[in-house]
């Protein structure tokens, strides 16, 4: 496994970097940030947070215009930025509409040819990445924890209700909570997993938190109520509603919504600080 | 004067808003963010700091990158963030170099055709947006400072140094000190500017501020020791020196070598708060 260093800058005393690398989970390049705090000593580790961003983006939204290296140099934590999906693959028109192909990977693993040898964003994250970041940087093992926005949102709660053990807390901005709903989206999901029911489910946050009996969870939202997107597309009420009647009240939800926030950067950058120190506090324990 | 709001998006309490309008001073439209802080009254007024962007950015770059609207919030100032030069003029190969033309205004008054004709960014930005904002926005009447990045750093400097009244303190990000010596930048002063040497002095801030004969002046300067164009376009030391030899020592410059660090928007975000705790401290004097 080679790592190709793209771009370092010195930020908040620490650094951020982008790396390239070629994945044998979807065969093609895949870029990701990483900040790497202010270390101490040459042996010191770190909490990881991962944050997956929303449709459309890259690596570079977020680690330029979150703002959270302050955050994550106060908080000393690493945080890796993944792109949002497998690019330059050679798929018809996988350059062509903004919610399917390039950007839209919708975190899923993906079943339909021709989308299946690559789209297999869901495994990337939670296997590939995360041991590639475990194994390359200094981490303190299993201490973990995952964040999204928009899409990634849906992603990062893809990863926790799958794979609970792996992360030890979740927060999201504006989180798609239940894709096989959303009108926007769900030509994209179809595009990558095909046309059943129970299979575009599976790939449901909403109804993967009715069947949740994993440990318990916390999961920590904001969401702005100028979001163009609230109504038709997040659905994160139903989702808390399911989340509340989670088996055990294993899962618990806390919903912030900000009046007059959309659905951008301004609005992550303004409260990207208390998901720092949410996640802070988790990851501690 | 009619501005046509571009966006608005609420940051931090406050909105980050773009307008447009029509300049009659460049002759063209012209845009430029401003950050309104949250207001505990209606009748609430602020002051004002303007900052200049860096060669080839428009006023997308700090507003999207810096994260300067934590500050803004939190010092209650409104901030003003102009173009960095005209566009689409229809002059012959204006956008053709990243150094001469759109986005290299120099933030000079231009002498030369066909350039005279709208680059005039120097009175713009000292006169004619300086009252307009003044005239539109909730602003406490001659509470304004300046701050600007590279050759926005420049920009700043000639606001100061040419319309010291103007201006209650000066911070500067990675500073162009000296643009008649910078050999990436001469050619793009020449062509606005013309080749004669007292002209091209007259644009140049090292030269101005041995002649300074003006009010007190308190100068923060930040520059990385990893600035790729530190020892050649900046000559922050040649300004620095002949700054403290400024007659009555009426310059004071503070500056801060900060290792590891670049010309970039990573460096700024690590320590635009610091600039405005400077600003917000001589501002409310």
Known sequence: MDLKLISSNKSFGGYQKVFEHFSPTVQCNMKFGIYLPPAESENEKF??????????????????????????????????????SPRNCNIPNEDEKWNIGSGASMYVNAQQEPWNKHYQMFTYITDELYQLVQNTF?????????SGHSMGGHGALLCALLCPEKYKSVSLFAPVCSISNSPTLIDGLKTLVGEEKHI????????????????????????????????????????V??????????????????????????????FIGEHFKFHSSKLSV
């Not at 009996?213 to 994160?236: A, F, Q, T």
């Not at 919903?255 to 659905?263: A, I, K, N, Q, V």
């Open 138 to 146: 200094p981490v303190i093992q299993d201490k973990i924890s995952i």
């Open 241 to 270: 509603e399911a989340a509340n009647k989670s088996k055990d009240n294993k899962i618990k939800t806390t919903l912030f919504l900000e009046e007059g926030y959309d659905h951008g950067y301004y609005f992550i950058s303004t």
């Open 47 to 84: 909490p990881v947070l991962f944050y997956l961003s929303g449709l459309t983006c890259t690596e570079q939204n977020v680690i330029t215009k979150s703002g959270y290296q302050r955050f994550a140099a106060q908080y000393k934590l690493i945080v890796v930025c993944p792109d949002t």
């Open 200 to 239: 575009l489910q599976k790939w449901d946050t909403t109804f993967l938190v009715k069947e949740y009996d994993g440990p318990e969870m916390e999961i920590l939202i904001h969401v702005g109520s100028d979001d163009e997107y609230l109504i038709k597309d997040l659905l994160i009420d139903d989702f």
